[in-house]
């Protein structure tokens, strides 16, 4: 039997829990109907057969081929410490100001001192007053 014809027959959210702990690898949240719980547990076995997985999580980490592969430090792709260190010459050096973030502007409400990000509509208002 499929997996998703195990999700579609389960009478109680304890099977749903079940088959969502066991064979999708997810808590599933008892507090949601049963029905909804069906729902986002036949979306979830979807994905996994999209991608082809079809394997549970601790499977997929196990065999996953890049996860032990060492990183070379004379390559130059992304994220790799060549190109980290081609970034850190593009940043300014300490000596060198960055541009300064502009405030944003804010009115104050003068009766109740309230503070509100600035508008043209808030500015018109008597009562508010640029801070």
């Given at each position: ?12 959210k304890?099977e749903l829990?079940?088959i969502?702990k ?8 008892k507090?949601?109907g049963l029905?909804?719980i ?7 076995a ?27 430090a ?19 050096d300490?000596?060198e ?9 804010l ?22 007053e640029?801070?």
């Open positions: 039997m499929s997996l998703s014809e195990r999700i579609e027959n389960a009478e109680t304890d829990e079940k969502g066991d064979e999708l690898g997810v808590d599933v949240d507090r949601k029905e909804t069906r729902v986002d547990l036949q979306s979830l979807e994905d996994q057969v999209s991608e082809g997985q079809g394997k549970t999580p601790a499977q997929n980490d196990a065999e996953s081929p890049d996860k032990d592969a060492p990183e070379s004379d390559t130059s792709q992304e994220g790799t410490p060549a190109s980290k260190m081609a970034d850190a010459e593009k940043t300014p300490q000596g100001s960055a541009p300064a973030q502009e405030k944003p502007r009115l104050r409400h003068r009766g109740n001192g309230r503070v509100f990000t600035y508008s043209a509509a808030l500015a018109a208002k008597r009562d508010m640029e801070v």
